[in-house]
């Protein structure tokens, strides 16, 4: 077992409806020793991938994409949910479905920030139904740029986000892959990885 | 002038309606060795009060928090601006205005996190009406615990809220405290500090 799910063992909270509460450590109060630790490994996991720009959704996937940003010496930018009149017009533009909120923002990137010469590693803290991680893909595509590949601190296994995202090509690591959960008993049962 | 005014100077644009945008460097797309810089400096200039816990409000204020946060070694916590179904019943709120966006939020925290035994350092990216920073002072005081001090990457001095917030009596550290700023010629004053 990983640092991650050991951690996740130790404070994570099942809830029903297939809720994994995490935010003791990791997208409300944060550990930043934790969040240190998780920038090193993905940047030890995609130490052969030639890296120009993180980028990741706001806001706790920022916590996640900060160190990550740090360890490869790149600029971090994060995906707004909502046009903020600070952003101009001209701007990358995908819908996604959150599913925490139960809702559906547009997710938006500067054109500024994102061309065709970037090479783009995508960070968040959840993997789910993959609405999130397939609207990032997008925009870094409609910029012409490249996916290097994709770093999630908590995939839920056990919806179809992953498994969609792997079979399209993409390198997607996920530190933490949990198969099931069990809200009775707060049982977990992460996926073995090598 | 600082490094941060400094990087104003260079990357700020100032638009129409006292808008200074700074999306190339601190709040879109972002800067991670300037705002490890900026960490050590709040770091700097907090050194002799007793932090257990920094706060912000998302989504950039988690970026200038994050570095903050590792260098006094204490939990990150954010405050976030809409009720989330992972968030329990059990928490802080205060309404807040959005300059930025125009609208009211309810920003809240979970009970959980801030105790009457916590000494808080507040954090924000921007500092115009002040409403976030009071909303966030107010959450602190409504758990009984210590506001040590707010820090801010950049003030709009010819707004009031530094000024209130200085009259209740907070050690307020903004980097940049912008006296005016002119669309017209793209100008821009800071204001002395020592």
Known sequence: ?????QRILKDGVVKPGNVLKVDSFLNHQMDI?????IGEEFHRRFADKHVTKVLTIEASG???AYPVARCFGVPLLFAKKSKSVNIDGDMYVAEVESFTHKNKNQVIVSKRFLTKEDHVLIIDDFLANGCALK??????ESAGATVEGLGIAI????QCGGK???ELGYQLESLAIVDSMDAQNGGLVFREQK
């Open 164 to 166: 969609q995202i792997r």
């Open 62 to 64: 920022i916590a996640i």
């Open 1 to 5: 077992m990983n640092f991650l799910e």
């Open 135 to 140: 609207g990032l893909i997008s925009i870094v």
């Open 155 to 158: 995939e839920k296994g056990f």
């Open 33 to 37: 020793a934790l969040l240190d630790e």
